[in-house]
């Protein structure tokens, strides 16, 4: 198959774009992985899945924040790895035994019907934060980056951030019963 010369200028251009990529996102990956991984080489593999995903795109010029978009690649992988380690443990349940494991408090169906109503309280009110007072309070706690983690991937200020979780909090602890910090 030939290629016309726009699709191999299109390539190499791809093929700059990923090794400025690699060179800019290399280390705070590893960093990013390291801290949620058991193994060097663990984290070594993913930032290189990272890698893989970003050489598949078609078009890496239409990405606007490419670290957001590193960083989204990077926890899915979180994501996807431990869905797939939850699903290999599955044959090694053991059953629920009262006697063994139980805590003496006994879960009632009011109990689950008030712990749902706080969670569905909390999920309102993330979904309410303005757009960058979400992503912030969602990496910080969900995906477990650092202040200056998040700055980094948003482009912010680490006191910009820290102004955002404030609100983030702020917003929750008025809205939501339960303990939020």
């Not at 400025?20 to 590893?30: T, Y």
């Not at 930032?47 to 239409?62: G, H, I, M």
């Not at 006191?159 to 939501?176: D, F, G, Q, R, W």
């Amino acid at each position: 198959m030939t290629r016309s010369i726009n699709d191999t200028t299109c390539a190499q251009h791809n093929d700059e774009w990923l090794e400025q990529i690699v060179a800019e996102f290399s280390r705070p990956l590893r960093g990013y992985f390291r801290r949620r991984v058991r193994s060097v080489a663990d984290a070594d593999d993913l930032v290189q899945d990272v890698f893989t995903r970003l050489s598949k795109l078609d078009n890496p010029a239409e990405i606007d924040n490419a670290a957001a978009y590193v960083f989204s690649i990077a926890a899915n992988l979180l994501r996807d790895r431990a869905r797939r380690a939850g699903a290999r443990l599955a044959d090694s349940h053991e059953p629920y035994d009262e006697a063994e494991h139980g805590s003496g408090r006994r879960e009632t169906p009011e109990i689950r019907a008030i712990a749902r109503e706080d969670l569905d309280a909390v999920a309102r009110v993330i979904a309410s934060l303005p757009t960058k007072t979400r992503t912030v309070f969602l990496l910080h706690r969900f995906d477990g980056l650092k202040y200056r983690e998040i700055a980094e991937v948003t482009g912010s200020a680490v006191s910009t951030v820290e102004k955002h979780m404030i609100a983030a909090l702020a917003a929750l602890s008025k809205n939501v019963k339960g303990d939020v910090r």
